[in-house]
């Protein structure tokens, strides 16, 4: 297990460019490159960086090559105030930062808006993603919900520092199942303690944006599909898995009990065991 600090110490970066843009990218690597299966891409949510992957990547980069990005104005990557930072924009990030590795291929793993960012990925680039995960994604019309909504309001790029870090334990406490681990929300709340960092996670909750969703054709997502979603989460409901279910072909439920909406963080064993066996035998 790492902290937040060697995390960031073990990320790479590059430059992509987006909207006419020119913005830096950072991303956890790890794992072979030699291997004939595809990497596997980690998308994380708001208000989470790629440490949230912290306890999955290790396992499943024993035996691939995995790449977790911080989306554009999140943890490590730009967080200037002058870029647009919706789903659909971290979406054409990805695809800048695949080419920029030369990558053609890929298992797609997506957590909270991350999973909205896969899904408009998976159904525009149906030649790219073999596979898909989603957990506890934004999908359709579930979101924002109200944390979010909140934070976006233009009050919060006022409040004190000490007030901001309190919603912020609140989140990471109240979206976990049981006692949070401190470490885990020490280092979620690290990159929006600065003052950059507080402007750009408004400006991240102002660019949520439900029309990202509700106009996706989820009928063309070609790849084979695992919802592995924390069943007891109240911010993206369960019945949201069982709605994609409905709409996207060759997928396969996989509830996770006992985990809310930081499913990666709260049975982090069992989902890599999960993620694992579907990235190696596909659909059961």
Request: hydrophobic share 40%; with cysteine.
């Amino acid at each position: 297990m790492v902290d937040h600090d060697a995390w960031t110490d073990q990320q790479s970066a590059t430059t992509v460019t987006v909207d006419g843009h020119d913005l830096e990218v950072a991303f956890h690597e790890d794992g072979s490159n030699e291997t004939e299966e595809p990497p596997v891409v980690f998308v994380h949510g708001i208000p989470t960086w790629s440490f949230l992957w912290r306890d999955v990547v290790p396992d499943v980069a024993e035996g691939r090559r995995t790449i977790a990005p911080d989306m554009l104005g999140y943890g490590n990557s730009a967080m200037s105030d002058d870029f647009d930072r919706s789903i659909r924009a971290q979406e054409k990030m990805l695809e800048e930062l695949l080419d920029d590795l030369n990558v053609e291929r890929i298992a797609l793993v997506g957590h909270d808006i991350g999973g909205g960012v896969a899904l408009r990925f998976a159904a525009h680039n149906p030649d790219v993603v073999e596979r898909l995960v989603l957990s506890n994604a934004v999908c359709y019309d579930s979101w924002p919900v109200e944390f979010v909504s909140n934070l976006g309001l233009p009050s919060t790029a006022d409040v004190e520092r000490e007030e901001l870090e309190g919603r912020l334990d609140s989140a990471f406490v109240d979206g976990a199942y049981g006692e949070a681990d401190p470490e885990f929300v020490a280092g979620m709340k690290a990159p929006w303690l600065t003052d950059e960092g507080h402007v750009s996670l408004v400006r991240n909750a102002i660019a949520t944006n439900t029309n990202h969703t509700t106009e996706i054709d989820y009928g063309a997502i070609t790849a084979e599909t695992l919802l592995l979603w924390g069943e007891d989460d109240v911010m993206q409901p369960y019945a949201y898995a069982e709605r994609l279910a409905d709409d996207i072909g060759n997928t396969e439920l996989a509830p996770l009990s006992n985990a809310y909406h930081w499913v990666p963080e709260d049975r982090p064993d069992a989902y890599a065991d999960r993620l694992r066996e579907f990235l190696t035998d596909g659909l059961a």
